[in-house]
């Protein structure tokens, strides 16, 4: 099992080394910060940037994922 925060998932314009590509579903903005949902491969996945940093990115637009090692969590079936 793999869990990895919302802040340490990356949306990109542009083809980056390692990414992945998603459907952004909806783009909510949240004062300093912007919460986007996005969707790759069946799964739904949450994430938060600070304003500055977010991408201008539109619902059904399908943009570039990169996940920051640093925040990924890895557990083994037992510690669940």
Request: charge should be negative; proline fraction near 5%; aromatic fraction near 6%.
């Amino acid at each position: 099992l793999i869990a990895l925060r919302p802040e340490g998932i990356r949306l990109t314009a542009q083809n980056a080394p390692h990414e992945f590509r998603a459907t952004v579903e909806s783009v909510e903005f949240q004062g300093t910060s912007v919460e986007y949902r996005i969707r790759s491969g069946g799964q739904e996945l949450r994430v938060v940037a600070s304003r500055s940093d977010s991408p201008k990115v539109s619902p059904r637009e399908v943009v570039g994922v990169t996940i920051d090692q640093q925040h990924c969590f890895v557990y083994s079936g037992e510690e669940v």
